[in-house]
């Protein structure tokens, strides 16, 4: 019995010691509640991320983070369209303009070709949708197709009403193309319309509305009033005002402490003495002896082995939606898929899509190969639970992936009009959930 009680009073310093060094990280660190964040606070991370960036551009941490951020609220089910289109639109930037110090500028047409997919749907105004197609145009330029690059120009500059970074990104692209072509007037025109865009400074050059009858002199003048009205206000902003972004720095709380040091080390002293209790009662008990029958010999009783039961029995399973296996494999065979030599031949005819048919792919069925290949496990479950045929299933994928009709039509030997008659038929066919996750509103 002393021996028992030389146990607990050890056991109790020993938990003594431990609350007090509780008490002393809790005085030297308080204790940190992390919140889930929303997507606007995933992207307003983002934006902090890419700036940092922007500052030092060793900081490839921070590129990373920024680009784990922004394609999270292009994924994420409570993000809304604008949020998704604001994500986009900035990892076509981040493609665009260098990300580690190279570009990738068929991920930043990817990237911009959805921003005019959702501009069309009616996410943003006009204005949003030609600042995309110069920035589709300037993209396509570096891409080497200089043709394509001047329609989408041109198209840009055909909205009444637009940002005048818009016909700064436009007058710089076209006035290198047309003095490549040895086009002296028209290098010479874009040429005066980049030099009156230049000398706003970038950061206001996004706040302002040209329209496209306005003359040169007006356009001059607009531009010294807004650089003036900017000029005034730094003058009268005061120096020590803090911003609102600065404000939203803290992302943890302090945790209120619910229950006092003494009130923990009492609770600790109780749980110690009922458990070593507990351990005594357990080891003191008088078990009744075994009575052996005559011929029998006492032997080591050796306990029956317990059936083991599945976890079926234990109710232990717990089966996940399809739909979200279904994205789950569907995002596992994207990333195997954009490894491949198929995925760089699909986004070259997304790029050159009007001149599909002059060129001369015969790489079908390895596409189709690297397809199934990639998706095999998304495959077994459409297949399960639809019973699709290979064309339909390219189709799903495909369209996953952000191709469109005439790019499927193309690989698969038809029309775009029988893509779109298989598309209905495909969604007939499959669950809401499963068209939700496949299509995600796209024809």
């Known amino acids: 019995m002393k021996r028992i009680l030389?146990?607990?009073?050890?056991?109790?310093?020993?938990?003594?010691?431990?609350?007090?060094?509780?008490?002393?990280?809790?005085?030297?660190?308080?204790?940190?509640?992390?919140?889930?964040?929303?997507?606007?606070?995933?992207?307003?991370?983002?934006?902090?991320?890419?700036?940092?960036?922007?500052?030092?551009?060793?900081?490839?941490?921070?590129?990373?983070?920024?680009?784990?951020?922004?394609?999270?609220?292009?994924?994420?089910?409570?993000?809304?369209?604008?949020?998704?289109?604001?994500?986009?639109?900035?990892?076509?930037?981040?493609?665009s303009y260098g990300a580690y110090g190279r570009t990738n500028y068929a991920k930043a047409l990817m990237y911009i070709n959805r921003c005019i997919e959702y501009a069309k749907a009616g996410v943003g105004n006009d204005i949003n949708l030609a600042q995309y197609y110069a920035h589709k145009g300037d993209d396509l330029w570096h891409y080497g197709e200089i043709d394509s690059a001047i329609h989408y120009c041109h198209k840009a500059m055909s909205f009444p009403v637009r940002q005048n970074w818009t016909d700064y990104i436009v007058a710089y692209v076209l006035k290198h193309i047309y003095h490549n072509r040895q086009i002296p007037d028209s290098a010479a025109y874009y040429q005066q319309r980049f030099e009156e865009a230049a000398v706003i400074p970038l950061e206001q050059i996004r706040g302002l509305d040209v329209h496209s009858p306005q003359s040169a002199s007006a356009f001059k003048a607009e531009m010294e009033r807004t650089i003036a009205q900017s000029k005034k206000s730094k003058d009268c902003a005061c120096p020590g005002a803090k911003t609102p972004a600065a404000t939203q720095q803290a992302t943890t709380k302090e945790a209120p402490s619910g229950l006092s040091p003494f009130a923990i080390r009492i609770i600790v002293l109780l749980i110690i003495a009922m458990l070593f209790t507990a351990w005594y009662i357990y080891k003191n008990k008088k078990r009744p002896p075994r009575v052996y029958e005559y011929g029998d010999t006492p032997q080591q009783e050796t306990e029956e082995p317990q059936p083991q039961l599945t976890e079926e029995e234990r109710g232990e399973t717990f089966a996940l939606p399809e739909s979200l296996i279904l994205r789950r494999s569907l995002a596992d065979g994207r990333r195997a898929f954009e490894h491949t030599t198929s995925y760089d031949d699909l986004n070259t005819m997304q790029i050159k899509e009007k001149e599909l048919y002059d060129m001369a792919f015969e790489a079908t069925r390895d596409v189709e190969s690297s397809l199934f290949a990639a998706f095999k496990e998304a495959c077994a479950t459409l297949i399960e639970n639809a019973e699709l045929n290979d064309q339909e299933l390219i189709c799903c994928f495909c369209t996953y992936l952000g191709y469109s009709n005439n790019v499927i039509a193309y690989i698969g030997h038809t029309t775009p009009g029988t893509i779109r008659k298989r598309k209905d038929r495909i969604k007939k066919k499959l669950p809401t959930d499963f068209c939700d996750v496949i299509f995600g509103g796209k024809g």
């Open 6 to 95: 030389y146990i607990v009073l050890s056991m109790t310093l020993v938990g003594l010691a431990a609350c007090s060094k509780k008490d002393k990280e809790e005085v030297q660190a308080p204790k940190k509640v992390y919140i889930e964040l929303t997507a606007y606070q995933e992207l307003e991370l983002a934006y902090r991320a890419h700036g940092r960036f922007n500052k030092d551009k060793k900081d490839k941490r921070s590129l990373s983070e920024a680009e784990y951020h922004f394609a999270n609220v292009v994924v994420r089910d409570d993000s809304t369209d604008s949020l998704r289109v604001k994500a986009l639109y900035m990892l076509h930037n981040i493609e």
